[in-house]
């Protein structure tokens, strides 16, 4: 065997054997999966089980996350969280910012929503900064 055809990690203590395609007598067993092996399982599990996104569901996404900084939503374990006003704001000029970003890129449907939502995040930013606040 030439010094060409000689594997170039050798030199360095490791030899990598290339295996695919080989059957096996004996199956090894799969080592059990790391905490990284297992969230990105878990993750992958999750993404499956949810519908693909889209337009509605990303904005949609943000309007509830800014209910929930509002106080208007439960979290898992049954409670409304006390609002954070700044939270809600930054995600209603997020969606602002959106609206502005996309103005005649956007399907009809898709632009009345957003117009929907946002009108509707002002009214419930108003109402609960007025009866939560003072």
């Known amino acids: ?4 055809e000689k594997d170039p990690n050798a030199e360095r203590g490791f030899v990598v054997i290339d295996r695919r395609g080989q059957e096996s007598e004996e199956e090894t067993p799969a ?8 969230a990105t399982q878990d993750a992958a599990a999750t993404r499956d089980a949810l519908p693909p996104i889209d337009f509605a569901g990303f904005v949609h996404s943000i309007a509830i996350t800014t209910l ?5 939503v439960e979290s898992e374990g049954g409670e409304a969280p006390a609002p954070n006003f700044e939270l809600a704001r930054q995600n209603i000029d997020i969606l602002e910012m959106l ?3 996309t103005r ?11 117009e ?14 007025r009866t939560r606040s003072g």
């Open 68 to 72: 929930y900084h509002l106080g208007l």
């Open 116 to 129: 929907t939502l946002l009108y509707d995040l002002h009214m419930r930013f108003v109402e609960t900064k």
């Open 1 to 4: 065997m030439s010094d060409e």
């Open 31 to 38: 080592p059990s999966p790391t905490g990284l092996e297992t």
């Open 99 to 101: 609206q502005e970003k």
């Open 104 to 114: 005649g890129n956007l399907e009809p449907e898709e632009a009345r929503l957003l």
